[in-house]
């Protein structure tokens, strides 16, 4: 603990520690906003004012208390796994050998992400067509330039970013001429701001360009209008008046679920075969893959090894390089 800011005696102090510790955990301003979130419960809840006094049991005490805030329906069970995370990487800043890390599921907090796989959480063509011509048709009728940028921004997640990326991507600034996005660690909005190429077919190229001539058009930066904040309120509460008109379900993170499924549908097909991702089809992981098996004359061990290295690419454009959480996407 020698030389570590460990004090949490006031907000500047933590706002301070929380990126000291995402910068030691060599991430981003996501993670920042995390643990500066925990070590405000760590203040609150403990009423410690420096880490050199977290002892193990105050641990677990966060831990029951993050419990009974999901069990009276105050935090979501994400929400509070999201924490212990972030508890446990404070515990490895501190490196004190008598705390130790703790499991959210040793205290009903896991996420179940095992049970997540293999649901179809991608938008319907139908229900994304209607949203982008809700928003077209309320710049018409407003001639508010927001809801055109949002347009935009939900157009340029089918090369799968995320709406944050979607909104702050400097598209000026980019040379797409290789045919490939290149998503900059810092300025792009990227999840912990990891940096990544992502590589083009001729549609998603057209969005971009298309997206880059409104820009141009009307001498903007990105396309999120005003703070970061504001732009992902009015991004919200756009999509809630939608919903509420339309009776329609859209997401914004269900494009990315879309393309991720038509990525792995179009690189099966490039290798001569067609086959749909588990989530599509919603079937059993073990009759999906028997099925396939079966259908493309592959042996297992082919069928594999074919599987992960597309997984492995899709992982890449999604931003995350966990096949884990690319199989949230797939199945």
Not at 37 to 48: K, P, Q, S
Not at 183 to 197: F, H, L, P
Not at 228 to 243: I, Q, S, T
Not at 276 to 283: D, L, P, V
């Amino acid at each position: 603990m020698n030389g570590k800011a460990l004090s949490i005696k006031n907000n500047s102090k933590i706002d301070y520690l929380a990126k000291e510790i995402s910068e030691f955990l060599n991430r981003g301003s996501a993670t920042k906003e995390k643990i500066s979130a925990t070590l405000h419960l760590l203040r609150n809840e403990i009423g410690i004012k420096t880490l050199k006094d977290l002892e193990q049991p105050h641990i677990e005490k966060i831990a029951s208390e993050l419990k009974e805030r999901v069990k009276a329906e105050n935090m979501s069970t994400s929400a509070a796994g999201s924490y212990v995370s972030s508890l446990n990487n404070i515990v490895r800043y501190i490196g004190n050998k008598e705390l130790h890390a703790i499991k959210a599921s040793d205290h009903g907090l896991s996420r179940n992400i095992a049970e997540k796989d293999g649901i179809n959480k991608e938008n319907s063509r139908e229900a994304a067509a209607a949203y982008k011509e809700w928003l077209n048709q309320k710049y018409v009728e407003t001639k508010d330039l927001k809801y055109e940028a949002l347009r935009h921004a939900v157009s340029i997640q089918f090369v799968n970013l995320r709406l944050r990326e979607s909104l702050q991507v400097k598209l000026l600034n980019k040379d797409l001429s290789q045919n490939i996005l290149k998503v900059s660690a810092k300025g792009d909005g990227s999840k912990n701001s990891r940096e990544r190429e992502i590589k083009l077919n001729p549609e998603q190229k057209a969005v971009l360009l298309e997206a880059r001539a409104f820009l141009k058009d009307n001498n903007l930066k990105n396309l999120n209008i005003g703070t970061m904040k504001k732009g992902r309120d009015f991004a919200n509460n756009a999509l809630k008046y939608f919903r509420a008109e339309s009776g329609l379900s859209f997401h914004y993170h269900g494009e990315r679920h879309w393309t991720a499924h038509e990525v792995y549908k179009n690189a099966w097909s490039a290798k001569g075969y067609d086959v749909e991702c588990r989530a599509r089809t919603g079937e059993s992981k073990q009759d999906w893959q028997n099925r396939i098996i079966s259908e493309t004359g592959l042996s297992k061990s082919e069928f594999i090894e074919m599987d992960k290295e597309i997984r492995q690419e899709i992982s890449h454009n999604l931003g995350h390089e966990r096949i884990e959480i690319t199989n949230r996407y797939l199945g």
